[in-house]
T-cell receptor
Framework: DGGITQSPKYLFRKEGQNVTLSCEQN?????MYWYRQDPGQGLRLIYY???????QKGDIAEGYSVSREKKESFPLTVTSAQKNPTAFYLC???????????FGPGTRLLVL | QKEVEQNSGPLSVPEGAIASLNCTYS??????FFWYRQYSGKSPELIMS????GDKEDGRFTAQLNKASQYVSLLIRDSQPSDSATYLC???????????FGTGTSLTVIP
């Protein structure tokens, strides 16, 4: 059963804590993306990666970090430097020779 | 200036009517255009992609692209209550691998 999985579905962060959101895909897609969605602001790009061991900052990378050690996996860490992390986080992927992005189910991050 | 702009709505149409959703973009070199549907609390799902000027039809959905006017629209014919969702316009500019999304238009189809 192919697709993009994100875990957990809900995540609670305490102040000063780093948390990591998981994104895995078995579609053999080359590029992977992390977006943040806030009410009324649409999707904003945090980071993206076109190949293993390489990634680029998006428009709102401050306070976040990523790694791309495997083609299938693109975890996002929300660090304590991100002062307003409450949002819906979406992972997406696409084939390098195609234009269409496909999204995972999302992780909702809440601050305690 | 925002890269991609959409009327946030809400847009309400009666069941069976045509819903018209509009999107403008700022990068004249943009090559790829997408419409996603997003139900409340869920992730976006692709409805249509369009790359050339003109109309592209898929079932009840028609995407229209006018690159000269930097305008892309989505028409939903015979609107159903199940079409009630937020519709996101996305653009992939020529210069990079980064997609830009509009803030979305909320559509409600009234039975």
């Amino acid at each position: 059963d192919g697709g993009i999985t994100q875990s957990p579905k809900y995540l609670f962060r305490k102040e000063g804590q780093n948390v990591t959101l998981s994104c895995e895909q078995n579609l053999n897609h080359d590029a992977m993306y992390w977006y943040r969605q806030d009410p009324g602001q649409g999707l904003r790009l945090i980071y993206y990666s076109q190949i293993v061991n390489d990634f680029q900052k998006g428009d709102i990378a401050e306070g976040y970090s990523v790694s791309r050690e495997k083609k299938e996996s693109f975890p996002l860490t929300v660090t304590s430097a991100q002062k307003n992390p409450t949002a819906f986080y979406l992972c997406a992927s696409k084939r390098q020779d195609q234009e269409t992005q496909y999204f995972g189910p999302g992780t909702r991050l809440l601050v305690l | 200036q925002k890269e991609v702009e959409q009327n946030s709505g809400p847009l309400s149409v009666p069941e069976g009517a045509i819903a018209s959703l509009n999107c403008t973009y700022s990068d004249r070199g943009s090559q790829s255009f997408f419409w996603y549907r997003q139900y409340s609390g869920k992730s976006p799902e692709l409805i249509m992609s369009i790359y050339s000027n003109g109309d592209k039809e898929d079932g009840r959905f028609t995407a229209q692209l006018n690159k000269a006017s930097q305008y892309v629209s989505l028409l939903i014919r015979d609107s159903q209550p199940s079409d009630s969702a937020t519709y996101l316009c996305a653009v992939n500019p020529f210069t990079g691998n980064q997609f830009y999304f509009g803030t979305g238009t909320s559509l409600t189809v009234i039975p």
